[in-house]
């Protein structure tokens, strides 16, 4: 296996298994987590959407966040290659069940669709239809972009922002966190990538808004060898009683996520399960944490018996858009991204012949 490879899998494994992980407390504080846990290390069962659904999902079921994280790695396998809005948007028409969905994604998900199949708007302006603004989306479920554009920040920005409006308009703050975040990502893959590398990548691609509060977290990071640790300082700067869907803004889970990596020097299973005991919202904390460690280290050091765990739950999901198994993902994602490499010397050799 390349190593480009082995980090295409090992970001799947890391962030899906995150966000199995990390459902079970999402939205509990770290007290609660704390009394009940001590410290969570393993996959449990949850329960969510309980306005909609009873089904509880079975330990290693991942959630809403990783669902539009297969549609995208579905969109691009079909394609074989680099997707825009309209592919993603052709995806869901294709393979979402809006009965099936009830049980897997938040309403705005099921909302964003019927919008979809209506032809309301082109695949690029759903975004303007989403009630929430500035979500984490970006961060926790985009990995299939930098994933296709393995090394190629170019083209990761370009693809996140065109892709990116199906779920918002472009002035949400999903842009320029989800900017930093996945040109690190994308960096993270490249066999000479280092905890420091990727970090500087985010810098390197951040505006000054996102400079500055990366800066203030990564400066508390710096105090504590143990992630855990710095809970209580980095949540001060996070109100404790938000709204819906506050604390799975953009800037919080963004800066979160590069805290807890630094912390954990950029160790996978430190991160998926600091992010899972972190408190608030613990799946998606997790699964942007996870995915930079998770690219830049590789397969082997994601726990097997956690890849087995979710590999069987998808394998018999009855809710999910994609039951391909967690390698089956990583085979047809790096096909995609040999396909593009092959373009990209098809055109390169026009020249050299000349």
Not at 13 to 22: D, L, N, Q, V
Not at 52 to 60: D, I, Y
Not at 300 to 310: K, M
Not at 311 to 321: A, C, G, K, L, M
Request: glycine share 6%.
């Amino acid at each position: 296996m390349s190593s480009i490879y082995e980090g295409i899998y090992g970001c799947l494994a890391a962030t899906r298994i995150a966000s199995a992980m990390g459902a079970h407390t999402e939205n509990w504080s770290r007290e609660r987590i704390r009394e009940t846990y001590g410290v969570l290390e393993e996959l449990k069962p949850y329960h969510h959407y309980s306005n909609v659904t009873e089904w509880v999902h079975p330990a290693g079921s991942t959630e809403d966040g990783i669902e539009r994280q297969k549609l995208m790695c579905t969109a691009i396998i079909e394609k074989c290659g680099r997707i825009n809005a309209d592919d993603l948007v052709e995806t869901w028409i294709k393979v979402l069940d809006p009965a099936k969905m009830m049980s897997m994604t938040e309403k705005f998900d099921r909302d964003l669709l019927a919008v979809a199949k209506a032809g309301l708007l082109p695949a690029a302006e759903l975004g303007r239809c989403c009630k929430y603004l500035h979500p984490n989306t970006t961060i926790r479920s985009f990995h299939a972009i930098p994933l296709i554009n393995a090394g190629d920040i170019e083209n990761t920005i370009r693809d996140l922002c065109d892709v990116g409006r199906v779920y918002q308009p472009m002035i949400s703050d999903s842009f320029p966190y989800g900017i930093a975040y996945n040109a690190a990502v994308s960096h993270a893959l490249l066999p000479d990538a280092t905890v420091d590398s990727v970090i500087e990548t985010a810098f390197k691609h951040s505006t000054s808004m996102v400079e500055k509060q990366l800066k203030r977290d990564l400066a508390i990071a710096a105090k504590y060898d143990d992630p855990l640790d710095m809970v209580d300082e980095l949540h001060q700067h996070y109100r404790a009683n938000d709204a819906a869907y506050d604390p799975s803004r953009a800037h919080e889970t963004c800066c979160k996520a590069f805290a807890i990596f630094a912390a954990s020097k950029g160790d996978t299973r430190k991160c998926i399960v600091a992010g899972s005991n972190f408190g608030r919202d613990t799946d998606c904390l997790a699964a942007a944490t996870a995915g930079l460690a998770g690219a830049l280290q590789g397969i082997e050091a994601v726990p097997s018996e956690w890849v087995d765990t979710v590999d069987e739950v998808t394998i018999n999901h009855p809710y999910s858009n994609s039951t391909l198994t967690i390698k089956e993902t990583a085979d047809g994602m790096y096909a995609a991204l040999q396909n593009e490499v092959s373009k990209m010397r098809r055109y390169v050799s026009m020249f050299d012949r000349e």
